[in-house]
């Protein structure tokens, strides 16, 4: 992968993004992108979001142009209060190709604990990851081999988030949890990288800064096991 670049988490105006998803695909194509990933706001109070009657509406645009580009429909929720995760719409959502669940077990952010989205598992059949989570902080109470096992288990994917807004003192999120990446290194657990973009195409480059950390930790093969969930679309 280091000369490929990939991106699974980009927002677009069907949530609070400012481009259309065919922009995203345009600019993706002319920066030599071979996949990406359009992860749009699900339903919460917390921003501008897909609302759940329109999510088929998304759902069957983003399929529309899979014939013009590597791209994957996702969407990102809100793990927390702020979403109907009781109501949550199954059947519509395991026709995505992935689900990222931001704030799982962030007290900063009202996040659910790790075990109750371990319940959802049993109505999801897609794969599910974690986004821009400080891992060693909101997970610092619990057995990490444990925790680890569960990944592993469920095939839940860690994304490598590379936009500024998550980091501390200007240090991203997975480098503050280095120590927890290579612990999973040679565990079957899956790696995604994601820019999280919303307002400036060129953030989507910052994937690299994201790609390098994986190439530093010997994470390839992480980052090829999510890759690899893909295989037979």
């Known amino acids: 992968m280091e000369n490929e670049l990939i991106d699974f988490h980009i927002h677009s105006k069907f949530s609070d993004g ?7 695909i345009n600019f ?22 897909i609302k759940k009657n329109k999510l088929l509406d998304y759902i069957t645009f983003l399929n529309s142009l899979k014939n013009e580009f590597n791209l994957k429909s996702a969407v990102e929720i809100d793990f927390s209060p702020r979403t109907d995760l009781e109501n949550l719409p199954f ?17 900063l952010w009202d ?25 060693m902080r909101n997970f610092k109470d619990v057995d990490m081999d444990e925790f680890v096992d569960v990944l592993e288990t469920h ?12 980091t501390i003192l200007s240090e991203y999120f997975f480098n503050l949890s280095e120590e927890f990446f290579k612990l999973i290194r040679n565990r079957e657990i899956p790696i995604s990288v ?18 390098t950390f994986i190439r530093n930790l010997n994470l390839e093969r992480n980052l090829q096991l999510f890759l690899e969930l893909f295989k037979n679309d």
Do not use: C, R
């Not at 400012?18 to 995203?24: G, L, S």
């Not at 059947?91 to 007290?107: A, G, K, M, R, T």
């Not at 790790?114 to 974690?130: T, Y």
């Open 28 to 49: 993706a194509k002319s920066h030599g992108f071979k996949m990406i990933g359009i992860s749009d706001h699900y339903d919460t109070i917390k921003t501008v979001s």
């Open 91 to 107: 059947d519509q959502l395991n026709s995505l190709d992935y689900i990222l669940f931001e704030y799982v077990q962030d007290p």
């Open 18 to 24: 400012i481009y259309a998803v065919e922009d995203i």
């Open 155 to 166: 095939k839940i994917f860690i994304e490598i988030n590379a936009n500024d807004i998550y």
């Open 194 to 211: 994601g820019s999280d973009m919303h307002n400036k195409l060129d953030d989507m480059l910052k994937v690299k800064i994201g790609l």
């Open 111 to 135: 996040g659910y604990p790790f075990w109750k989205l371990i319940d959802l598992l049993e109505k999801i059949n897609v794969p599910i990851g974690l986004a821009h989570n400080n891992i």
